[in-house]
């Protein structure tokens, strides 16, 4: 923002050099005049004590600060200021339920699977290969959307980068629930999980921009116990729905929309909550700012001071930052810091909103910003494999226990034979070995857990049968 200046008074009219007005902007304060510089100092005349010092207000702590960090640009200054003048109250409370609940909606997506694992794998004929892709799937598609959707929140807006992040995850969320096969399950469940990866970045960007600095910290944190209430959600769901046993697995599976699929239906609801509460929340701030659309950005800073103080009639007079003033050759609507795009077609928007995006992508590997990025895969590759690492295999190992456990009680018959005998009760974890089976009839039961070694079997009949876990091995069938 080369030559952006600001002048005393209101319109900034006051001050010298007025030639160089048409490339400035002035920041003004209906009561006394402030000043945001480049130099990081106060204009001369301002009465500061030093370079980049405070001057000193009559109006407290509760005052806007009227000097600029050096290393904080303009408008993040201004923006603080502004954040901080408009308070928290109301706005931010609000915000931070509909924030909550896209992070809620997120940490089910990513619990649902070991919850619907045991019936998707009965319905869907899954193997061992497959079931381990079942998890993997979607943090594939997380990774895809992190690096697509944190670009576009920088060119499109938080709003509604969020909104559409959170809309491809409702939308496939719902999809998946639909899925009869193992193939368009997981299609639709990777184009899920990239909005998923879209929309958790962002829901705490968006969320700090509505924030001053000294209470991001405290807030933030507020906003995370979401995600575990996420988790906690999904459990509720789950033990409401689901079946609880093997057998109950095998009972209730049904040819269309069983109860896992009820359950990922359930699951997409708090998604869908969020994108109806994100209609009516504006645009950051703080993106406006950056983006030229400064009459936008001071309209969302009085809406938030006038929400938070409602209940004081005089509150929307009193907001202190009163005007912005553009700079004539700033660019509008282009997102944070791009230039603008040829336009000569939809495809060349397209082609150097891509080359966009690799380029701000690979300044993250180059100085000053690669020892920072290292570090920062280093720590959150490691808190993410240990994290999502043990929720994966930690429910895997109770499982594999427990089938250990199921295993050492399955109860064995050896050498039996049975003839015109009727089998018409469910039958769990039982072995057969070199059993024979003439002239017998199963019907109307479920065979959970049941193997048939080496056995024969001779004109037997088999009708409505339920099964998992059954198999025949090495045996002979005839006449059935």
């Avoid at 895809?144 to 944190?150: E, F, L, P, T």
């Avoid at 958790?200 to 944190?221: H, M, N, T």
């Avoid at 069983?258 to 994108?275: E, R, T």
């Avoid at 295999?393 to 050896?414: A, C, G, N, Q």
Wanted: hydrophobic share 40%; proline share 5%.
């Amino acid at each position: 923002m080369p030559g952006r200046h600001v002048m005393g008074g209101a319109g900034g009219s006051g001050g010298g050099g007025g030639g160089v007005y048409s490339e400035s902007a002035a920041l003004v304060r209906s009561t006394e005049g402030m000043s945001y510089t480049e130099e990081g100092r106060p204009p001369p005349g301002s009465g500061s004590t030093g370079g980049g010092g405070i001057t000193p207000h009559d109006g407290g702590e509760d005052e806007l600060m009227d000097y600029v960090d050096s290393d904080v640009s303009v408008l993040a200054q201004f923006h603080e200021d502004a954040i901080r003048q408009a308070g928290f109250g109301y706005s931010q409370w609000m915000l931070m339920m509909v924030c909550g609940l896209g992070l809620a909606a997120d940490t089910m997506e990513l619990f649902v699977v070991p919850y619907i694992l045991p019936s998707a794998e009965v319905e869907l004929c899954i193997d061992v290969s497959q079931k381990a892709w079942f998890s993997g799937i979607t943090f594939l598609g997380m990774m895809v959307g992190s690096v697509v959707w944190g670009n576009l929140s920088d060119r499109m807006g938080r709003r509604r980068t969020l909104l559409s992040a959170l809309g491809v995850n409702s939308v496939f969320g719902v999809i998946a629930a639909f899925m009869p096969t193992y193939g368009t399950f997981m299609t639709a469940r990777f184009c899920s999980a990239v909005g998923i990866g879209g929309s958790l970045p962002i829901v705490f960007a968006y969320y700090s921009e509505f924030l001053c600095k000294a209470d991001r910290s405290k807030y933030l944190s507020w906003l995370l116990t979401f995600w575990a209430l996420g988790g906690v959600l999904v459990a509720i769901i789950a033990w409401a729905i689901l079946p609880r046993t093997g057998e109950g697995v095998v009972l209730e599976n049904k040819e269309h929309f069983s109860a896992w699929h009820q359950f990922l239906l359930v699951c997409s609801l708090p998604s869908l909550a969020a994108i109806i509460g994100l209609v009516f929340m504006p645009e950051s701030p703080r993106y406006l700012l950056e983006a030229g659309r400064e009459v936008e950005a001071m309209m969302v800073y009085q809406k938030i001071y006038k929400t938070n103080n409602m209940h004081n009639p005089a509150a929307h007079a009193q907001y202190q930052l009163s005007e912005l003033e553009l700079p004539s050759k700033r660019p509008s609507g282009r997102g944070l810091s791009s230039p603008p795009s040829p336009g000569k077609s939809v495809l060349a928007d397209m082609t150097y909103s891509i080359e966009m995006f690799w380029n701000s992508f690979l300044q993250l590997f180059v100085q000053p910003h690669l020892p920072v990025t290292v570090v920062l895969i280093v720590l959150w590759f490691t808190a993410s494999f240990g994290y999502y690492g043990l929720t994966i295999w930690f429910p895997e190992y109770i499982k594999l226990l427990k089938t250990r456990d199921y295993e050492s009680r399955t109860v064995p018959y050896v050498n039996v034979s049975y003839e015109a005998r009727s089998f018409n009760t469910s039958i769990e974890n039982v072995r057969w070995i070199d059993s024979t089976f003439k002239n017998c009839t199963f019907q109307n039961l479920t065979l959970s857990h049941v193997t048939f070694d080496n056995c024969l079997m001779e004109e037997v009949r088999f009708e409505i049968i339920k099964s998992s876990r059954t198999y025949f091995r090495n045996s002979t069938i005839r006449d059935s």
